[in-house]
T-cell receptor
Framework: DGGITQSPKYLFRKEGQNVTLSCEQN?????MYWYRQDPGQGLRLIYY???????QKGDIAEGYSVSREKKESFPLTVTSAQKNPTAFYLC???????????FGQGTRLTVV | SQQGEEDPQALSIQEGENATMNCSYK?????LQWYRQNSGRGLVHLIL?????REKHSGRLRVTLDTSKKSSSLLITASRAADTASYFC?????????FGKGITLSVRP
């Protein structure tokens, strides 16, 4: 089955810790995205990548970091510098920028 | 910044009625897309309309795009209870997708 997989589904983080959210796709898509969703805020773009070994900041990149070492993988690290990390995080991929995006099922991160 | 702004924020209709949702945006786009999200899940792509297209249909969905007004509308005909979800417009430009805040649609049986 082709698709995009996010893990874990739920993640709890202690204040001051870094955590990494996984996103893997087997759709052979070049473009990958990370979004954050808060109630009433819609989706806000954190980082996006059009090609391996290259990525760009989105609208709310502060406190986050990414890597794109493989076409299939685009992990997101939520660092301790992110002051309000509790949110629903969504990863997506598309054949190229602007085109139809396929989403994972999301990771709900809670700071405890 | 969020490119698309949907209107209304919430919509409640009776099963069988049509649902119309609107989206306005601010800058030039390559395309405009509509997505659906069921509670707590990922988004699912519904339809894409390119900047040089004015109307597109897919099943019970009809989307229009007016680039002069920087606006789009999504019409769902003969709505069903299963259409209850949040709907988002997304603008494609500069190699990225930018989403609005979404519309909550409730279809009463």
């Amino acid at each position: 089955d082709g698709g995009i997989t996010q893990s874990p589904k739920y993640l709890f983080r202690k204040e001051g810790q870094n955590v990494t959210l996984s996103c893997e796709q087997n759709l052979n898509h070049d473009a990958m995205y990370w979004y954050r969703q808060d109630p009433g805020q819609g989706l806000r773009l954190i980082y996006y990548s059009q090609i391996v070994n290259d990525f760009q900041k989105g609208d709310i990149a502060e406190g986050y970091s990414v890597s794109r070492e493989k076409k299939e993988s685009f992990p997101l690290t939520v660092t301790s510098a992110q002051k309000n990390p509790t949110a629903f995080y969504l990863c997506a991929s598309s054949t190229e920028g602007n085109t139809e995006a396929f989403f994972g099922q999301g990771t709900r991160l809670t700071v405890v | 910044s969020q490119q698309g702004e949907e209107d209304p924020q919430a919509l409640s209709i009776q099963e069988g009625e049509n649902a119309t949702m609107n989206c306005s945006y601010k800058t030039s786009i390559n395309n405009l897309q509509w997505y659906r999200q069921n509670s707590g899940r990922g988004l699912v792509h519904l339809i894409l309309i390119r900047s040089n297209e004015r109307e597109k249909h897919s099943g019970r969905l009809r989307v229009t795009l007016d680039t002069s007004k920087k606006s789009s509308s999504l019409l769902i005909t003969a709505s069903r209870a299963a259409d209850t979800a949040s709907y988002f417009c997304a603008t494609g430009a500069n190699s990225k997708l930018t989403f609005g805040k979404g519309i909550t649609l409730s279809v009463r049986p």
